[in-house]
């Protein structure tokens, strides 16, 4: 079946512009999860839905991050006046619940190159 | 949150079992110790996860220690597509998240 789809899977933009990214998780997934990758780092994460709630939005960085989602579906990333610093990787993941022992499946992601 | 200590490089020969080493000495007896890898420009791989007996699927197997302290992961035939960063987590009881460290990049070679 189909895996989390993420797009755009590239995007450049310049500082002080706003983005989306969007993330399509796996059918039936009622979890999930937003990570940011700068280079050669691990994953930070940045928030959680459950559903269309994000009871988690601890990893946000700054009030210029937002998320949401819909339909408990398809969800989005918005970052405002992005920065140079805002440039990364952004991995979404969906799992079909919150669970310990549950598995979260990973796309491909969207790398954010901010000029 | 628990920890976990990967050494951040190890080598390993085509047709040869690489064992990578994951210590989480702090570590509670309702977290479950998770593996991910990350081959270059792709999203995070699951691979397995356990919590206190070992486990054995068609990619990999993990052993955990008695004491849970630490495990390691075996991939018992390394091929060059194994070539990627292997991220051992624990997953802490009362979050949602994955909280992911450096890893331990292993290239294997021919």
């Known amino acids: 079946g189909a895996g989390v789809s993420q797009s755009p899977s590239n995007k450049v933009t310049e500082k002080g512009k706003d983005v989306e990214l969007r993330c399509d998780p796996i059918?039936?997934?009622?979890?999930l999860y937003w990570y940011r990758q700068r280079l050669g780092q691990g994953l930070e994460f940045l928030i959680y839905f459950q559903g269309n709630s994000a009871p988690d939005k601890s990893g946000l960085p700054s009030d210029r991050f937002s998320a949401e989602r819909t339909g408990e579906s398809v969800s989005t990333l918005t970052i405002q006046r992005t920065q140079q610093e805002d440039s990364a990787v952004y991995l979404c993941a969906s799992s079909p619940v919150n669970l310990q022992g549950n598995i979260q499946y990973f796309g491909a992601g969207t790398r954010l190159s901010v000029l | 949150d628990a920890k976990t200590t990967q050494p951040p490089s190890m080598d390993c020969a085509e047709g040869r079992a690489a064992n990578l080493p994951c210590n989480h000495s702090?570590?509670?007896?309702?977290?479950?110790v998770y593996w991910y890898r990350q081959i270059h420009s792709q999203g995070p791989q699951y691979i397995i996860h356990g919590l206190k007996n070992n486990e054995t699927n068609e990619m990999a197997s993990l052993i955990i220690t008695e004491d849970r302290k630490s495990s390691t992961l075996i991939l018992p035939h390394a091929t060059l597509r194994d070539t990627a960063v292997y991220y051992c987590?624990?997953?802490?009881?009362?979050?949602?998240?994955?909280?992911f460290g450096t890893g331990t990049r292993l290239q294997v070679f021919p």
């Open positions: 059918s039936g997934h009622t979890a």
């Open positions: 702090t570590i509670s007896g309702n977290e479950y």
């Open positions: 987590i624990v997953r802490p009881y009362n979050t949602d998240k994955l909280i």
